[in-house]
């Protein structure tokens, strides 16, 4: 069982920069498949960011070129950094990975973009 823990959410003024951090209790070494999920009030969930084997990255076009996924597998961590952040970025950021065929999901993080 792994159990993750969402960090670094907050109030930021457009423009700004936040890390959002994802704590796994268990060992995600093995993991080949992490993400980062977002929704906003009144949507449906959507997917951000994934990083797949061979430290494969995808994001969704909303966010490419300014939102960074990575993981740290010595700590057990997924990051994902958030740059040039806009109002409509605001969202529950959730953790995802996925680890011998099992799916984990983190409780969130909000994050609210506003001046």
């Known amino acids: 069982q792994v159990q993750l823990v969402e960090s670094g959410g907050g109030l930021v003024q457009p423009g700004g920069s936040l890390r959002l951090s994802c704590a796994a209790s268990g060992s995600i070494s093995s993991s080949n498949y992490m993400a980062w999920h977002r929704q906003a009030p009144g949507k449906q969930r959507e997917q951000v960011a994934t990083?797949?084997?061979?430290?494969?990255?995808n994001y969704a076009d909303s966010v490419r070129g300014r939102f960074t996924i990575s993981r740290d597998n010595a700590k057990n961590m997924v990051y994902l950094q958030m740059n040039s952040l806009k109002p409509e970025d605001t969202a529950v950021y959730y953790c995802?990975?996925?680890?011998?065929?099992?799916?984990?999901w983190g409780q969130g993080t909000q994050v609210t973009v506003s001046s």
């Open positions: 990083l797949t084997s061979g430290d494969s990255t």
């Open positions: 995802r990975v996925v680890v011998f065929r099992r799916d984990f």
